[in-house]
């Protein structure tokens, strides 16, 4: 300084070591080996390879032409078949009875094959219904003692509120009351007649002016799941019959007669089974029986995330390009100028992470979006019924699916990085992803140890593609099979989500660590 | 040929991996044989469980290990450059093959041998107490057994032909694993019975492990299994 000379400078541009330059080298990393593109391209092309396989290899057994399923009031599949006695109401009125029994019987379950035994059946219901008509998928609000769920008033299928607890029987009858006021229903229950509580209120946009009210009688079949490859699912047929009395009809436009109707046409049965829906009344005592349900219909066809099977064989590819990301560096010594270049470790793994993760994610969101309607339409050709979804539960599946894919990438992406060796760190994260979710859905473990399983491995992520939801109010299979799993869609993806972080961390803290 | 497998069996055990994934599989093996068979219930009316199967069922977890010791046997070699000296020293390349796939074999059906008596003795002392009843002393459980130790023995050479034909290690696993893992999940979802019996036969983890039943009893479809391991690496080429 002191001589006075001009600080040197070079001419030459100060090169960048910003984190969008770390992207940049990292994307054309995987830009230019071969291998991996096409890695990436046969994953999307897998996903719908094995969705086509699976609906070529799966005709719906039911002979002929399908049952045509109702839709409830908010498009939703709906099951509407039970025994109705109804009168017409004209405008606002309500109706009153009380119920001293609710008895059930139920065809050869599992420890009787041979019989029809009586028992009760849980979710057998028996009560006051105001019904738009009596076709199937009508918006409806009913009140109703359950088999062993105390009252409930339940409306538009998918609604359900506790009313007070306890079985109903001659010594402890329940008296039941709803009341329509324009499109607002509100049911009441009380133990005497006198001493009422509001359960809830239902509103039904649109209702008629003219609606049908009257008894009803549901008893949904008895599931049974048994666990396995070679288990599957058994359904029982029920019949629920109830005794009705103190019948008081408030209200315009009641012919005085009562109309007994099986809605949803007469129930599965035959001369064998005698499950015939029906009702006489004698001195103001009504007995009332009825099969069939009104819910949900949850199972019995398919839904779109179970088109998406292929997801396993994409993520096996997706696994080995992820891990091969960073193993083939540590092979090929590459790692030595990657990290020469840009020294701040952990900041390469998040530019690793974001490209292997965001190439995965778009190559599988097209993937799945191009798979879901190819393989609908092929499924439907075959015969099955497929579940009708919202546009915001289907964006969900795709999304969840690609999201899924991209985040096993970016797990084996850590998982290369913390064991170096390719061999090691595939099979780790296909063993921790497949394994699991085999074990839990073809093994002999008991449903709640799968079901267990499904919440803490990584397996838990193939929530994301669960597109109907589950009801406690509803007896139903629900397993993987059917597309259900015990945690909700984020919640499970959350899980994945939480072991990549974790591998992510270690791998980010052995990175600077070691050797390169 | 001895000196061939000599060669192979210190390469084999020199390397510090071996032992931790023969102590892997076996140690994999047995626990989730553990797992399962403590998990299970069989009511007193009965059921259609199969003792033999559920003692054995940590089977699916060691075969795993079993993939990597396999594929890393072959694919080290390539990874490292050892192929090159490997071939120089000995030139006919089906003796080297051969003499991997004897040494792994072996060592596999030692260390498979040990997991799965390990795991049936297991079954033997907590299948009671869950309602199921295991013996060893059972014809259909000792084939049971002995079939388990072989389908790891198979598992192992498909891996290495596998492995010899890709000689990329992750791209071999993939490919493995992708065999062994998919069948089952696609067999599932296929609803019509013939499909799922086509899947399952020609799947090599669902027909090899049909040698697990001890009722309703299957042939052993594995193999042409075995065969194609065999076909893959006569397209072995350094």
Same mark, same amino acid.
């Given at each position: 300084?002191?001589?006075?000379?001009?600080?040197?400078?070079?001419?030459?541009?100060?090169?960048?070591?910003?984190?969008?330059?770390?992207?940049?080298?990292?994307?054309?990393?995987?830009?230019?080996?071969?291998?991996?593109?096409?890695?990436?391209?046969?994953?999307?092309?897998?996903?719908?390879?094995?969705?086509?396989?699976?609906?070529?290899?799966?005709?719906?057994?039911?002979?002929?032409?399908?049952?045509?399923?109702?839709?409830?009031?908010?498009?939703?599949?709906?099951?509407?078949?039970?025994?109705?006695?109804?009168?017409?109401?004209?405008?606002?009125?309500?109706?009153?009875?009380?119920?001293?029994?609710?008895?059930?019987?139920?065809?050869?379950?599992?420890?009787?094959?041979?019989?029809?035994?009586?028992?009760?059946?849980?979710?057998?219901?028996?009560?006051?219904?105001?019904?738009?008509?009596?076709?199937?998928?009508?918006?409806?609000?009913?009140?109703?003692?359950?088999?062993?769920?105390?009252?409930?008033?339940?409306?538009?299928?998918?609604?359900?509120?506790?009313?007070?607890?306890?079985?109903?029987?001659?010594?402890?009858?329940?008296?039941?009351?709803?009341?329509?006021?324009?499109?607002?229903?509100?049911?009441?229950?009380?133990?005497?007649?006198?001493?009422?509580?509001?359960?809830?209120?239902?509103?039904?946009?649109?209702?008629?002016?003219?609606?049908?009210?009257?008894?009803?009688?549901?008893?949904?079949?008895?599931?049974?799941?048994?666990?396995?490859?070679?288990?599957?699912?058994?359904?029982?047929?029920?019949?629920?019959?109830?005794?009705?009395?103190?019948?008081?009809?408030?209200?315009?436009?009641?012919?005085?007669?009562?109309?007994?109707?099986?809605?949803?046409?007469?129930?599965?049965?035959?001369?064998?089974?005698?499950?015939?829906?029906?009702?006489?009344?004698?001195?103001?005592?009504?007995?009332?029986?009825?099969?069939?349900?009104?819910?949900?219909?949850?199972?019995?066809?398919?839904?779109?995330?179970?088109?998406?099977?292929?997801?396993?064989?994409?993520?096996?590819?997706?696994?080995?390009?992820?891990?091969?990301?960073?193993?083939?560096?540590?092979?090929?010594?590459?790692?030595?100028?990657?990290?020469?270049?840009?020294?701040?470790?952990?900041?390469?793994?998040?530019?690793?992470?974001?490209?292997?993760?965001?190439?995965?994610?778009?190559?599988?969101?097209?993937?799945?979006?191009?798979?879901?309607?190819?393989?609908?339409?092929?499924?439907?050709?075959?015969?099955?019924?497929?579940?009708?979804?919202?546009?915001?539960?289907?964006?969900?599946?795709?999304?969840?699916?690609?999201?899924?894919?991209?985040?096993?990438?970016?797990?084996?992406?850590?998982?290369?990085?913390?064991?170096?060796?390719?061999?090691?760190?595939?099979?780790?994260?296909?063993?921790?992803?497949?394994?699991?979710?085999?074990?839990?859905?073809?093994?002999?473990?008991?449903?709640?140890?799968?079901?267990?399983?499904?919440? *803490?491995? #990584?397996? @838990?992520? &193939?929530? /994301?593609?669960?597109?109907?939801?589950?009801?406690?109010?509803?007896? +139903? $299979? !629900?397993?993987?099979?059917?597309?259900?799993?015990? *945690?909700? #869609?984020? @919640?499970? &993806?959350? /899980?994945?989500?939480?072991?990549?972080?974790?591998?992510?961390?270690? +791998? $980010? !803290?052995?990175?600077?660590?070691?050797?390169? | 040929?001895?000196?061939?497998?000599?060669?192979?069996?210190?390469?084999?055990?020199?390397?510090?991996?071996?032992?931790?994934?023969?102590?892997?599989?076996?140690?994999?093996?047995?626990?989730?044989?553990?797992?399962?068979?403590?998990?299970?219930?069989?009511?007193?009316?009965?059921?259609?469980?199969?003792?033999?199967?559920?003692?054995?069922?940590?089977?699916?977890?060691?075969?795993?290990?079993?993939?990597?010791?396999?594929?890393?046997?072959?694919?080290?070699?390539?990874?490292?450059?050892?192929?090159?000296?490997?071939?120089?020293?000995?030139?006919?390349?089906?003796?080297?093959?051969?003499?991997?796939?004897?040494?792994?074999?072996?060592?596999?059906?030692?260390?498979?041998?040990?997991?799965?008596?390990?795991?049936?003795?297991?079954?033997?002392?907590?299948?009671?107490?869950?309602?199921?009843?295991?013996?060893?002393?059972?014809?259909?459980?000792?084939?049971?057994?002995?079939?388990?130790?072989?389908?790891?023995?198979?598992?192992?050479?498909?891996?290495?032909?596998?492995?010899?034909?890709?000689?990329?290690?992750?791209?071999?696993?993939?490919?493995?694993?992708?065999?062994?893992?998919?069948?089952?999940?696609?067999?599932?979802?296929?609803?019509?019975?013939?499909?799922?019996?086509?899947?399952?036969?020609?799947?090599?983890?669902?027909?090899?492990?049909?040698?697990?039943?001890?009722?309703?009893?299957?042939?052993?479809?594995?193999?042409?299994?075995?065969?194609?391991?065999?076909?893959?690496?006569?397209?072995?080429?350094?």
């Amino acid at each position: 300084m002191t001589l006075g000379t001009a600080r040197y400078q070079s001419r030459l541009r100060t090169g960048r070591d910003g984190f969008l330059q770390l992207l940049h080298a990292e994307w054309t990393k995987f830009r230019t080996v071969r291998g991996w593109v096409v890695g990436t391209l046969v994953a999307a092309l897998v996903m719908v390879g094995v969705g086509l396989l699976v609906a070529a290899g799966s005709h719906s057994s039911c002979g002929g032409p399908c049952a045509v399923i109702p839709l409830g009031p908010d498009g939703e599949a709906v099951d509407d078949t039970f025994y109705f006695a109804h009168q017409p109401l004209q405008g606002d009125g309500s109706i009153t009875v009380r119920i001293t029994s609710l008895t059930s019987l139920v065809t050869y379950p599992p420890d009787h094959p041979h019989d029809i035994v009586s028992r009760v059946v849980p979710w057998a219901k028996a009560g006051v219904i105001v019904k738009e008509s009596t076709r199937q998928g009508s918006a409806y609000a009913a009140v109703a003692v359950t088999g062993s769920h105390g009252v409930r008033m339940q409306y538009n299928y998918t609604q359900d509120t506790a009313g007070s607890p306890g079985p109903v029987s001659a010594a402890s009858p329940r008296w039941l009351r709803l009341t329509r006021s324009g499109d607002w229903l509100t049911g009441y229950d009380s133990a005497d007649g006198t001493h009422w509580a509001k359960i809830g209120t239902a509103h039904l946009a649109g209702l008629p002016a003219t609606v049908q009210v009257g008894l009803f009688v549901a008893s949904p079949a008895d599931v049974h799941v048994t666990p396995g490859i070679a288990g599957g699912t058994t359904e029982h047929l029920t019949q629920s019959t109830a005794e009705f009395d103190n019948v008081s009809f408030q209200g315009e436009g009641s012919s005085g007669t009562w109309t007994g109707d099986n809605v949803g046409g007469p129930p599965p049965g035959g001369p064998a089974l005698p499950l015939g829906g029906g009702f006489n009344e004698s001195d103001g005592r009504f007995t009332v029986s009825g099969a069939g349900d009104i819910a949900p219909f949850l199972t019995g066809g398919r839904t779109i995330g179970r088109t998406l099977t292929g997801t396993f064989a994409a993520l096996i590819v997706v696994i080995v390009v992820g891990t091969m990301f960073i193993t083939a560096e540590y092979r090929r010594g590459m790692i030595r100028t990657t990290l020469t270049a840009g020294p701040r470790r952990g900041r390469v793994l998040a530019a690793k992470a974001i490209v292997i993760g965001s190439v995965t994610f778009v190559a599988a969101l097209a993937a799945a979006a191009i798979t879901i309607p190819i393989v609908v339409s092929a499924l439907r050709a075959n015969g099955w019924y497929i579940f009708p979804a919202t546009s915001l539960t289907e964006l969900r599946v795709v999304a969840g699916t690609a999201a899924l894919l991209a985040v096993a990438a970016v797990l084996a992406l850590a998982v290369g990085t913390v064991l170096r060796s390719s061999a090691a760190a595939v099979t780790t994260v296909i063993v921790a992803i497949v394994l699991p979710y085999i074990l839990a859905t073809a093994s002999p473990l008991p449903e709640g140890a799968s079901e267990w399983l499904l919440r *803490l491995t #990584p397996a @838990a992520a &193939f929530a /994301v593609q669960q597109s109907l939801p589950q009801y406690p109010q509803v007896n +139903a $299979a !629900y397993t993987v099979w059917n597309g259900f799993y015990p *945690l909700p #869609p984020w @919640a499970g &993806f959350g /899980v994945l989500c939480a072991y990549t972080a974790l591998a992510l961390g270690v +791998a $980010a !803290y052995l990175l600077r660590r070691r050797d390169a | 040929m001895r000196q061939a497998l000599h060669a192979e069996w210190t390469k084999l055990r020199t390397v510090p991996s071996t032992g931790w994934l023969l102590l892997a599989c076996i140690a994999l093996t047995v626990a989730l044989s553990i797992v399962v068979a403590a998990a299970v219930i069989c009511p007193s009316s009965g059921c259609e469980l199969d003792p033999a199967k559920v003692s054995l069922s940590g089977i699916v977890l060691g075969q795993a290990v079993v993939v990597i010791l396999a594929v890393l046997a072959m694919s080290g070699e390539y990874s490292s450059g050892m192929i090159r000296v490997t071939l120089a020293a000995m030139p006919r390349r089906i003796t080297v093959l051969a003499a991997k796939a004897a040494v792994l074999t072996g060592a596999v059906l030692a260390a498979g041998s040990i997991a799965v008596l390990a795991s049936v003795l297991a079954g033997q002392l907590i299948l009671p107490g869950h309602g199921l009843s295991l013996s060893l002393a059972d014809e259909p459980v000792l084939r049971a057994a002995a079939g388990s130790v072989l389908y790891l023995g198979l598992i192992a050479l498909l891996s290495l032909g596998v492995a010899a034909a890709v000689r990329d290690g992750a791209v071999a696993i993939g490919v493995v694993l992708s065999l062994l893992y998919l069948f089952p999940v696609v067999a599932q979802v296929v609803t019509d019975p013939d499909w799922q019996q086509r899947l399952q036969r020609i799947g090599p983890m669902t027909a090899g492990l049909a040698i697990q039943a001890t009722i309703g009893l299957r042939s052993l479809p594995i193999s042409p299994w075995a065969g194609l391991g065999v076909l893959a690496a006569w397209r072995w080429q350094p």
